[in-house]
């Protein structure tokens, strides 16, 4: 098992332009979690999946966002006609489904809108 | 609204010092508390903690937690240069119950940087 797996690493892009992340979580994780990372801050929480059913959406999350898990294994992270404050880290991350445990992110997609 | 506060945000210290690190918490379903470090890119996991008074130690790091005063602290001693990233607490995961939403909160993060 290789861990948690995220591509690409870096995306550049005009502002107006769509993008897609991918992630690959551990494979035997059920629970997937998108955070937003920015300069000096913690990560910021967008998204959470159990399997392929999306169960909560931060606030945080527009509706230029949008993110899926069809088969319940990987999970794509959509921003359509960004803007320069999209710019950030974008984290996936993967637990089991157990009451205490803890989540292991991947290597995160950096995102710059120019 | 649940959330959680580190300090201090920044902290510069000399090679073999002793550092500690604080977190604070407010959640309404408290289930465990997690420190990571984060060097260039992905968060890496140090220590989870559930239960109060029972320190978690890995080498020169430990940690231990109170959730009567809803803190923890992660102590690093005999500093190196290779200690040197984010510190990250995050409780969790958090929801459950009818709503069927789990999820980690995280603090801003202590910066340690350590010289040589």
């Known amino acids: 098992d290789t861990g948690v797996s995220q591509n690409p690493r870096h995306k550049i892009t005009k502002r107006g332009q769509n993008v897609t992340f991918r992630c690959d979580p551990i494979?035997?994780?059920?629970?997937l979690y998108w955070y937003r990372q920015t300069l000096g801050q913690g990560p910021e929480f967008l998204t959470y999946?159990?399997?392929?059913?999306?169960?909560?959406k931060s606030r945080l999350l527009s509706d230029r966002f949008s993110a899926e898990r069809p088969k319940g294994s990987f999970s794509t992270l959509e921003i359509q006609r960004t803007e320069q404050g999209d710019s950030a880290m974008y984290l996936c991350?993967?637990?089991?489904?157990?009451?205490?445990?803890?989540?292991?992110f991947g290597q995160g997609t950096r995102l710059t809108v120019v | 609204e649940d959330k959680v506060v580190q300090s201090p945000l920044s902290l510069v210290v000399h090679e073999g010092d002793t550092v500690t690190l604080n977190c604070s918490y407010e959640?309404?379903?408290?289930?465990?508390l997690l420190w990571y470090k984060q060097e260039k890119k992905a968060p890496t996991f140090l220590f989870m903690l559930?239960?109060?008074?029972i320190e978690k130690k890995s080498g020169r790091l430990s940690s231990i937690l109170d959730k009567k005063e809803l803190f923890s602290i992660l102590n690093i001693t005999a500093t190196q240069t290779g200690d040197s990233a984010v510190y990250l607490c995050?409780?969790?995961?958090?929801?459950?119950?009818?709503?069927?939403?789990?999820?980690?909160?995280f603090g801003t993060g202590t910066r340690l940087k350590v010289l040589a």
């Open positions: 494979s035997e994780h059920n629970r």
């Open positions: 991350a993967s637990s089991l489904v157990l009451v205490n445990t803890e989540a292991f």
């Open positions: 999946f159990q399997n392929e059913a999306q169960l909560e």
């Open positions: 559930t239960s109060s008074g």
């Open positions: 995050a409780v969790g995961p958090v929801g459950g119950g009818g709503s069927g939403t789990y999820k980690y909160i």
């Open positions: 959640v309404t379903n408290f289930r465990s």
